[in-house]
């Protein structure tokens, strides 16, 4: 397909999709994910390009960068953001996008190499602003069989072309068109340091009457490494994702829902410290279920009075 250029040219040319990506001290993995984006497909149909924006200033991906853009012959764009946050990081790289479709992918993912066409063709076949993938576990090593039983890895896949909702949405597999971004200078809230800056931006380009679709068939691989293979991981998730869940509904919450919420997450807390003792009989899975869902609620009471448990996230 083709689009005429924004520039002064005015010239038609073919649909190019920048894929943007933001790392932090994930070397290894970003080596793996550039060298599985050299091989995807295209039909011919648009080009691509890499921006990869680099979340520490002192640049510690810069060196794989330069190797890997000499030895796979592929377009990348390297730059540092020095504010260490996730939606800092997402916002440089979205300023060094110059492609008429922005691709968003983890740095500690990778996609197989039909990924981006099956994405490009989803937008077309379904006539939307952006669709989205489903994310799925990879483990390079055997983890311990409680992570695999309590299925913590695994996130919920929706049949293609499902119109999503703002609360189904993540920036982890995502293709949507420039003009979501800049049209009404949509951008990532810089406020939500730890996570939610994604269901943030989807929530208000849904508003703006933006519609986006999951495409089952276009999946990437999330690697999990051994750092979340760990009780405490999974406890420190529940109350990251307790409090932004919190920002994420406040402004919804009118009259008896004010009430309600509290009072809902009070007893949810207090069912879970009731299980927690007898969880352990039941298998390590449904402990560490406990302590995740039972951290949520807490933290979402502990928002409720302005307060955040874990400022900055490690996952």
């Known amino acids: ?84 946050t996730i939606p800092a990081a997402r916002n440089r790289a979205l300023g060094l996008a110059h492609g008429n479709y922005v691709a968003i992918i983890d740095d500690d993912e990778f996609p197989p ?14 006539d939307v602003d952006g669709v989205l993938g489903p994310v799925h576990p990879f483990f390079d090593k055997k983890p311990p069989a409680w992570l695999i039983k309590g299925r913590f890895c695994e996130r919920q896949v929706y049949r293609t072309g499902t119109l999503l909702e703002w609360n189904q949405t993540r920036t982890g597999n995502v293709l949507l068109k420039k003009d979501v971004f800049d049209k009404h200078q949509l951008r990532f809230d810089l406020d939500r340091k730890t996570s939610s800056s994604d269901r943030a931006f989807f929530k208000q380009a849904m508003q703006a009457g933006y519609r986006f679709v999951a495409i089952e068939e276009a999946p990437v691989y999330e690697a999990v490494p051994p750092e979340r293979w760990t009780k405490k991981y999974y406890l420190t998730r529940g109350l990251v994702h307790g409090f932004n ?60 009075m302005g307060i955040e448990i874990v400022k900055k996230r490690g996952f």
């Open 245 to 304: 869940a919190h920002r994420n509904s406040i402004g919804d919450m009118r009259g008896f829902a004010r009430v309600a919420a509290p009072a809902k997450s009070t007893a949810a807390l207090f069912a879970y410290a009731m299980l927690f003792p007898f969880s352990a009989c039941l298998g390590s899975h449904m402990m560490v279920k406990c302590l995740e869902s039972g951290g949520y609620h807490l933290s979402r009471l502990l928002a409720m």
């Open 113 to 126: 190499s039909h990924w981006l066409i099956t994405m490009f063709k989803g937008i077309q076949t379904f």
């Open 1 to 84: 397909m083709e689009y005429v250029d924004g520039d002064s040219s005015g010239k038609t040319v073919k649909d190019h999709i920048s894929i943007c990506i933001c790392t932090f001290h994930r070397n290894i993995m970003l080596d793996r994910l550039l060298r599985k984006l050299k091989l995807q497909e295209t039909g011919g149909l648009f080009n691509f390009s890499v921006v990869v924006v680099d979340n520490d200033a002192s640049g510690p991906a810069k060196e794989t960068i330069m190797c890997l853009r000499a030895e796979l012959g592929l377009e990348v764009e390297y730059e540092i953001e020095p504010e260490n």
